[in-house]
């Protein structure tokens, strides 16, 4: 097997952005790797926001990003101080554009060895019509991709698999 030297963790800061972020921190242990903490703000949602605007509601997509940016930002040095890892071998990156997209992009860009990130982002009822950013990344990425599980997931994927 390949050194294992960067590992990207992207992070939808949904509710399971800590446990995904915490198992990252364990895998990165085992090969004392660096991490490279990516969120994408996606584009449909900034289009979202500027078709608001556009309506002439008191929304701004710019203002939309800055407050999305810092907010990820805040939440990442939280995690970052309570997390049991050097900070030097942490850096983080957020943009904006389409998440599968963006993601390969680094990649390749930043020489990843490995992906940590988790199954689920948005809502079942999102990933029915939009599909699963895990799932596009599992079929195309170019590198090995962790998937994180909460207990609450795997245990909910347990009772999905029939044992005869």
């Known amino acids: ?32 790797a660096d991490l490279l903490v990516v969120n994408i703000i996606n584009t449909r949602d900034v289009s979202a926001v500027e078709t608001i605007t556009s309506m002439g509601y008191e929304v701004d997509g710019e203002q939309y990003v800055k407050g999305i940016r810092e907010e990820h930002e805040d939440r990442l040095k939280k995690m ?27 990649i390749v860009k930043e020489s990843i060895d490995m992906v940590v990130m988790g199954i689920k982002g948005r809502t079942d009822l999102e990933q029915i019509f939009v599909g699963s950013v895990a799932e596009k990344l599992f079929h195309r990425s170019p590198v090995p991709i962790v998937s994180y599980r909460n207990k609450k997931i795997a245990e909910r994927l347990r009772k999905r698999i029939q044992i005869k």
């Open 1 to 32: 097997m390949n050194d294992i030297k960067k590992i990207m963790v992207a992070l939808g800061y949904s509710e399971y952005a800590e446990g995904i972020f915490n198992y990252s921190i364990k895998v990165a242990k085992g090969f004392d």
């Open 80 to 106: 970052i101080k309570a997390g049991a890892y050097p900070e030097e071998k942490i850096k983080s990156l957020i943009k904006v554009g389409h998440p599968v997209d963006e993601l390969l992009k680094i």
